[in-house]
């Protein structure tokens, strides 16, 4: 199975276990939980159904395309659901199933991991799955974001796609899997990997990305001020990962990283806040 | 204590709470709640046999056997009026006793009497064994605490993971149980992967072997016996072992419901590794148990434990190695990383790390260590020299592995991997040795420092951590001590006893304080407290080693000054102790210390021979200065036995100085004397002891306070 054709059965599996296949965010963030249709999807009361890729970009871990199995950018397949239907975690199994991973064949196991982003004042229980020893999917039942309980709760189930795909093609090597149309996932990523790498570590100019990093805040905070908390929203998930590539440069100390973080966790609640303040009970969730 | 009562006399009842899966820490401790909790509800309230405990990540299960069919009556006793109040002048039952009577639905005459008050006994027939179990599940299910609960559904009902199913019959039936969604019935699930369809429960008895059929080895304990089995025929023919493991092995045992052994090899390329970052990155992130060869060198193997059947091992087997290989890649990555530059080359890196925040950074830190430890080396110069430059080289490399991506990544490699680098960049082995073991013992019972060297530089980090964390107010209190002073102190004190150095742990502890930044308001009370908390810690391993409460106390003074001395002085006195003329010594003694504590005489007054005056003063005082000469000859060989038996020698003497003297004469002089030489002897003793501390007959060992 292609990667390309591991997106495409995972998003049929999940359109037909009900969810919107949504395509991902235009902004560079960490993880796929930073796709609006999680952040505020997560907070309202109303039903949620949706899966989506999400490119994930973490500028500490690019190895300048060296390391087979660490990349600075990748793909996520998230999943989220609220409420959480009954005996999702053998949804969850059967979705492994129809990629070909059979849980009879293979070892799966389910390992504590709860997540929690203290920049987002968010927090959920939940596992690593672990097919084969590889850790394949996160699958966290949110109880908390913005500091405050979810009633009801979503679950979401994040993909890792390209251990997955290691796994099914049997490689060794992220760079050498089959992407689909006759290229593999090298082909399509090795130089990006590299050159942002090379950037991140060390060409990246602290001083714009600071001075950036300002900018967005400040803009995110005048966008509260004004009431429109997904405008907003934009600017903090910019900030956040100006201050991703900041730490990854070096430039930032261990006092000044605690303070960055303290900063974007302050904007982050202040949008959930304001954006429950200002939808109205029917139009909760329609972010 | 649950009661046997005659068999086929009850029914059995069994419950089995199917979850998500639960983290492995949760289960044994949740199994354990739910026996205490069942056998508290049922205690005087239903018969019943054995109640027993089982589970793993999915299952919580309790069985109960021959439950009886109906609980006991209970009886209820409600006070009443006093005796006097419930009669009339005239004889008959007074308004107030009659209305008591009769709120209870009893006659006057049926109120008891008990010592002068009435009381109204009520009896209630004792509900169904159905009721009574149904009550006790649901107090159960609502109060099972775990480390960390969760909600998932919309009731809001809080557990360690979902509930996926509630198995629960008593005798033949269903209980009607309902918790978050979840009604309870005779479905029993097996392995996720590997059960077909749930296998439907008719009787209690059948639920083991169902699971065991569908692939739930339910019981821990034989689940663990599998395992164990499992572990040994794997590693068979590669000469070796696994690594046992206790934590490693009871997670296991709670993370798998049919565990199934891999044995996976390790390419040679990684054997060049650091053995205990191979191993570490093989147990912390894989769960993996390393295989051992008999003198506990890695071979290159290791384990794996899969869920399930041995059913396409060979493709797991892949799976392991792969992702094995790629954490070793990693691991790879951060050591060249680390060895790019030395661990000297890395110092300036902890200026940017903060140790604590009243304490400055891990760079300050290290400096105050390094003070400590030429400090400790330049007191023990006489007594136990160590090589100063030596010393003084690890201490100032002790923390650079803080700030390797290696220790990063794996915390608790602190102190080991620094040894390694240390020797990769050239430092001589003892440097490297005391770097590796600063941080030793790292438990209660593992080895201190192997060298001099290292246990000064270890003793300097000790000695700041308790007196920086004593300033910041980190003060341990209860359950709480982050910063883990009492492992310290407890460190400190064996690595002094066991090396057997002589330092003055309040003195060193006295400059520790004074070298912190952030300056203490009241230092001599801070001093006070650290050295009480040390003592805390010395009791506490005194006791472990089996002396007395009351003969550790008795060494109090001074043995802070002089550990090891201390110890020596303990063990003189336990070995006198046991001779049956020692314990009327103790009484004249105590009789002597006594008198002087009432008459305010230890001002130090030498006694003089010529002031006194009776046979019996003049041969105590030629006794006591004979028997002094001796003991001191026994007391700087360290022979406190010794001194401490001719000390004793003097008992006949004291006994007749008290049968025949009067200490407390008019005559000023020859009272100020007698006093004089009393103390002079009492003195003598307290080179070993106070035994004015010992009780008369040993008392019981306790455990001390943690």
């Known amino acids: 199975m292609t990667f390309q054709e591991i997106i495409l059965e995972l998003q049929d599996f999940w359109s037909k276990e009900g969810c919107a296949i949504i395509q991902p965010y ?82 799966l196991r389910w390992i504590e991991d709860d997540w929690e982003s203290p920049t987002l004042g968010a927090s959920g229980v939940g596992w690593e799955v672990w097919l084969d020893g590889m ?85 995110a905070g005048r966008l509260v001020d004004l009431g429109d908390p997904l405008p907003a929203y934009d600017c903090v998930v910019r900030a956040s990962h100006l201050f991703n590539t900041l730490e990854a440069r070096g430039a930032i100390s261990v006092t000044e990283r605690a303070h960055y973080i303290g900063r974007i966790r302050g904007l982050a609640r202040k949008v959930m806040e304001l954006y429950i303040r200002t939808r109205t009970p029917e139009v909760l969730g329609a972010a | 204590m649950s009661k046997k009562v005659a068999p086929n006399k009850g029914v059995d009842f069994l419950l089995d709470v199917h979850t998500e899966p639960l983290p492995a820490r949760f289960v044994a401790p949740a199994l354990e709640q739910i026996k205490c909790a069942a056998t508290r509800f049922l205690e005087g309230r239903l018969e019943h046999g054995e109640i027993s405990v089982a589970g793993t990540l999915r299952h919580l299960i309790l069985r109960i056997s021959d439950v009886a069919p109906k609980g006991k009556d209970q009886v209820q006793l409600f006070k009443g009026p006093k005796v006097q109040a419930a009669r009339m002048d005239d004889g008959s039952v007074s308004p107030a006793a009659e209305g008591f009577a009769r709120k209870y639905g009893l006659k006057p005459a049926q109120l008891k009497d008990v010592d002068g008050v009435l009381y109204a006994e009520v009896r209630s027939a004792g509900e169904t064994a159905n009721a009574l179990v149904l009550r006790m599940t649901n107090d159960i299910l609502q109060s099972l605490q775990f480390p960390k609960v969760m909600r998932w559904e919309e009731s809001g009902f809080k557990f360690g993971r979902p509930l996926r199913a509630i198995t629960a019959l008593l005798d033949g039936k269903i209980l009607p149980i309902s918790v978050a969604g979840v009604k309870a019935g005779r479905a029993v699930h097996g392995h996720p992967a590997l059960a077909k ?77 650091p053995a205990a970052l191979l191993k570490m990155v093989m147990k912390k992130q894989l769960k993996f148990f390393p295989v051992v060869a008999r003198d506990g060198a890695l071979l290159p193997f290791f384990v794996g434990v899969r869920d399930g059947l041995s059913m396409s091992n060979e493709l797991i087997r892949e799976g392991y190695q792969r992702v094995l290989e790629a954490r070793f890649n990693d691991a790879a990555f951060f050591v060249a990383r680390d060895r790019a530059t030395s661990l000297e080359s890395k110092l300036p890196l902890l200026e940017r790390v903060t140790y604590q925040k009243t304490l400055g950074t891990m760079a300050q830190k290290a400096a105050r260590v390094s003070d400590m430890a030429l400090w400790i080396a330049t007191t023990l110069r006489q007594t136990s020299p160590v090589d100063e430059r030596a010393t003084a080289r690890a201490a100032r490399l002790a923390y650079a592995d803080l700030v390797t991506d290696v220790v990063k990544e794996f915390p608790e490699l602190q102190g080991q991997m620094g040894g390694v680098y240390a020797r990769a960049d050239g430092e001589g082995e003892r440097v490297a040795l005391a770097v590796e073991q600063f941080y030793f013992p790292i438990v209660a019972k593992s080895p201190v420092p192997a060298t001099a060297e290292g246990a000064v530089v270890s003793l300097a980090g000790k000695c700041d951590s308790l007196a920086g964390c004593f300033v910041a107010g980190l003060i341990p209190s209860g359950s709480t001590d982050p910063y883990s002073l009492r492992r310290q102190a407890l460190g400190l004190l064996r690595i002094v006893l066991e090396k057997q150095l002589p330092l003055d742990i309040d003195e060193a502890l ?19 407290q650290l050295s009480e908390f040390i003592w805390g810690r010395a009791q506490s391993l005194l006791d472990e080693m089996g002396y007395a409460v009351d003969e550790v106390r008795s060494i109090r003074a001074g043995a802070l000054k002089n550990f090891p001395n201390a110890f020596r002085r303990l063990a003189a006195l336990r070995a006198v102790r046991r001779d049956p003329a020692f314990e009327p010594l103790t009484a004249a003694f105590k009789r002597a210390a006594n008198l002087l504590k009432q008459t305010k005489a230890d001002d130090g007054l030498a006694p003089d021979r010529a002031l006194l005056r009776e046979t019996a003063d003049l041969e105590l005082y030629d006794a006591l200065v004979r028997a002094e000469a001796t003991a001191n000859d026994r007391f700087v060989r360290d022979d406190f036995e010794g001194g401490l038996k001719s000390l004793a020698s003097l008992k006949p003497h004291l006994d007749s100085f008290f049968e025949t003297v009067m200490v407390m004469v008019e005559d000023e002089t020859l009272k100020r004397q007698r006093l004089a030489l009393l103390n002079r002897l009492v003195r003598a003793f307290r080179r070993v002891a106070d035994l004015s501390e010992i009780q008369e007959t040993e008392p019981p060992r306790v455990e001390a306070a943690r």
């Open chain 1, 26 to 107: 235009d902004l560079e963030k960490g993880a796929g939980t930073f796709n609006p249709a999680t952040f505020f999807g997560a907070l309202t009361e109303r039903p949620t159904r949706c899966a989506y890729v999400e490119p994930s970009r973490r500028p500490a871990d690019g190895r300048y395309g060296d390391n087979p199995n660490r990349l600075g950018k990748y793909y996520q397949f998230q999943v989220i659901m609220k409420p959480v239907p009954v005996g999702i975690t053998d949804v969850y199994q059967r979705s492994l199933k129809s990629l070909g991973l059979d849980p009879k064949r293979h070892d």
């Open chain 2, 510 to 528: 006295e400059r520790a304080l004074a070298l912190q930044p952030a300056g203490a308001s009241d230092l001599l009370k801070l001093r006070a």
């Open chain 1, 135 to 219: 850790e394949i999917t996160q699958f966290t039942y949110f109880q908390q974001m913005g500091s405050m309980p979810l009633s009801p709760v979503s679950v979401e189930i994040t993909y890792g796609l390209e251990r997955i795909a290691m796994s099914l093609q049997k490689k060794n090597s992220v760079y050498d899997l089959d992407y689909g149309g006759g290229l593999t996932y090298g082909d399509l990523h090795k130089s990006q990997e590299r050159e942002f790498s090379r950037y991140n570590f060390e060409t990246a100019d602290p001083a714009l990305l600071s001075r950036h990093f300002n900018e967005w805040e400040s803009e």
């Open chain 2, 197 to 273: 369809k749930p296998a439907i429960l008719k009787t209690p008895s059948q639920h083991e072997s169902l699971l065991r059929q569908n692939l739930v080895i339910a019981d821990p304990v034989e689940r663990r016996r599998y395992l164990l089995k499992a572990l040994d025929l794997a590693v068979k023919n590669t000469g070796g072992c696994c690594e046992g493991d206790e934590s490693l092995i009871e997670e296991t045992v709670f993370m798998v419901e049919h565990p199934v052994a891999i044995l996976g090899k390790l390419r040679d390329e990684h054997m060049a590794l």
